[in-house]
């Protein structure tokens, strides 16, 4: 028999006291006591090593007598989803789903049950924010009808533990993780205690029933998902959904995944009757481009196993006072000061005295050296007032000394840059030996950032 005792505890030296306590009386510090759930009898370490998939009985085994099994998988009828998954969604596994409110994680899993419904599993979704005739609405609106999706209104996991047990179903969606509370647990719903407490009585019950459960959780002002940074690491799979409000994009990504990379990106299109895939992303982020605009260039960046090309802005206007401004939207901002640096010591750019605003159009991240030369093209077209031709895409590394580093999967973006009807590619001259380019693009070798500014703007 499990059983719980609550007590309190000094985050900093360890204190313990039965009741909370303002100040704390072992290190003199205040606000550091949190609440701890003891839990005692029972095999707690079973489910734990249930979930990592190890038995409790195990020994040391040599490596090639262990036998592999692909996870079962099951794919839903999003392949952006799947794709940033790894592949389907892993039976058993733990999903946490995190994001901005409003931005569409219950539209999401609403949508994603009933297509996992649909095939013939038991899906329950179980709603701590909306009472069961909101949800109805939400689904009406996304044309939803399943027998196999069961809605719940419940936020007492005693409750939904009980349910669980007898609805049996494949898949369970919290939404949300901040307002299950565990009625053993004193704390308010939402606090650390019990976002822990429940995250880990949730892994137990789908581990040990090989359920798949999505758990939705809030992101703070900073933009980690509230509650201890502790809940990413007991759960297998971390999924971000970002996007600007204003905008109708929404971007899915993975930061953690136990079954699958890490560097998949699943795009989506919010629409009046829920959520669409975006299959070509491309085309979107180079829709609303200001051709021959000064400072605007196109660079084909991998996300993940898939070349995506992206406008990246660039605009460099006199300071007006004090000291220059740098600011980067959607890359590294600490890549524009170098960048700038690069221009001015080898090519002899006059930017210290320059403002200089970068942003990379459609809302996307990119977080790669591949950009690099992209960007310092930008920078140079802004500030010299010269507009690069719009059949144009660079790419490539830019180094210290100004010279121009080759950068991985160079065919694959290539290739993307050729579909989308460009003519000609500026790239790392060390990239080009070993393979041919499609037919009808250009392609220009530069080793130098002088020789790629030669090349885009013809200076
Ligand atoms: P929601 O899924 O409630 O966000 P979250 O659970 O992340 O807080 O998303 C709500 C927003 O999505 C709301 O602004 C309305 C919009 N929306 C659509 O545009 N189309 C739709 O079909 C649905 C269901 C919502
Ligand atoms: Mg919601």
Same mark, same amino acid.
Request: charged share 20%.
């Given at each position: 028999m499990v059983k719980r005792k609550t007590k309190f505890m000094c985050q900093e030296c360890g204190y313990e006291s039965p009741k909370w306590l303002g100040k704390c009386p072992g290190c003199g510090e205040w606000n550091k006591m949190v609440e701890e759930v003891e839990v005692t009898g029972g095999n707690r370490r079973g489910?734990?090593?249930?979930?990592?998939?190890?038995?409790?009985?195990?020994k040391p085994?040599?490596?090639?007598?262990?036998?592999?099994?692909?996870?079962?998988?099951?794919? =839903?009828? %999003?392949? !952006?989803? /799947? *794709?940033?998954?790894?592949?389907?969604?892993?039976?058993?596994?733990?999903v946490l789903i995190g994001g901005d409110p409003g931005i569409g994680k219950s539209t999401l899993l609403l949508q994603v049950s009933s297509q996992l419904a649909n095939k013939g599993n038991q899906v329950l979704y179980i709603s701590g924010e909306e009472s069961l005739r909101q949800t109805k609405l939400r689904a009406e609106r996304l044309g939803i009808k399943s027998e196999n999706l069961f809605v719940?209104?419940? =936020?007492? %996991?005693? !409750?939904? /533990? *009980?349910?669980?047990?007898?609805?049996?179903?494949?898949?369970?969606?919290?939404?949300?993780?901040?307002?299950?509370?565990h009625p053993e647990v004193t704390s308010a719903p939402g606090s650390v205690s019990q976002v822990r407490e429940c995250t880990s009585e949730l892994m137990r019950i789908g581990k040990t029933k090989g359920i798949a459960i999505f758990?939705?959780?809030?992101?703070?002002?900073?933009?980690?998902?509230?509650?201890?940074?502790?809940?990413e690491h007991m759960v297998d799979t971390v999924l971000y959904f970002e996007g600007e409000r204003h905008h109708t994009y929404r971007i899915l990504r993975a930061v953690k995944n136990r079954f699958g990379s890490t560097n998949e990106m699943g795009i989506f299109e919010m629409k009046e009757f829920g959520l669409d895939e975006v299959a070509n992303p491309s085309e979107i982020f180079l829709e609303e481009r200001s051709q021959g605009a000064a400072g605007s260039t196109v660079v084909a960046s991998m996300e993940g196993t898939r070349p995506v090309l992206v406008e990246i802005q660039a605009l460099i206007s006199p300071t007006s006072f004090g000291n220059p401004r740098r600011m980067a939207t959607g890359i590294d901002h600490n890549r524009v000061p170098l960048l700038m640096a690069v221009l001015e010591k080898r090519m002899g750019l006059l930017l210290q005295?320059?403002?200089?605003?970068?942003?990379?159009?459609?809302?996307?991240?990119?977080?790669?050296?591949?950009?690099?030369?992209?960007?310092?093209?930008?920078?140079?077209?802004?500030?010299?007032?010269?507009?690069?031709?719009?059949?144009?895409?660079?790419?490539?590394?830019?180094?210290?000394?100004g010279?121009?580093?080759?950068?991985?999967?160079?065919?694959?973006?290539?290739?993307?840059?050729?579909?989308?009807?460009?003519?000609?590619?500026?790239?790392?001259?060390?990239?080009?030996?070993?393979?041919?380019?499609?037919k009808g693009v250009e392609l220009i070798g530069v080793s130098t950032v002088g020789e790629a500014l030669k090349a885009a703007l013809g200076v």
């Open positions: 489910a734990f090593a249930h979930s990592q998939g190890v038995s409790t009985l195990s085994t040599p490596i090639t007598a262990i036998e592999t099994l692909t996870e079962p998988r099951i794919l =839903t009828d %999003l392949n !952006e989803l /799947n *794709r940033v998954l790894g592949g389907g969604v892993v039976k058993g596994s733990l719940y209104s419940e =936020t007492n %996991l005693e !409750e939904i /533990n *009980r349910n669980i047990e007898s609805t049996n179903p494949s898949f369970v969606i919290i939404d949300s993780i901040q307002t299950v509370f758990i939705v959780g809030h992101v703070t002002k900073e933009g980690s998902i509230a509650g201890p940074r502790l809940l005295n320059q403002d200089a605003y970068l942003k990379v159009a459609g809302g996307v991240k990119l977080d790669e050296p591949a950009i690099d030369l992209a960007i310092a093209v930008s920078i140079a077209s802004s500030f010299r007032d010269k507009p690069t031709r719009a059949t144009d895409c660079i790419i490539g590394e830019v180094g210290l000394t010279e121009v580093r080759r950068v991985s999967r160079i065919e694959q973006r290539v290739q993307e840059a050729a579909k989308l009807g460009f003519e000609r590619v500026i790239l790392p001259a060390n990239n080009l030996s070993g393979w041919q380019g499609p």
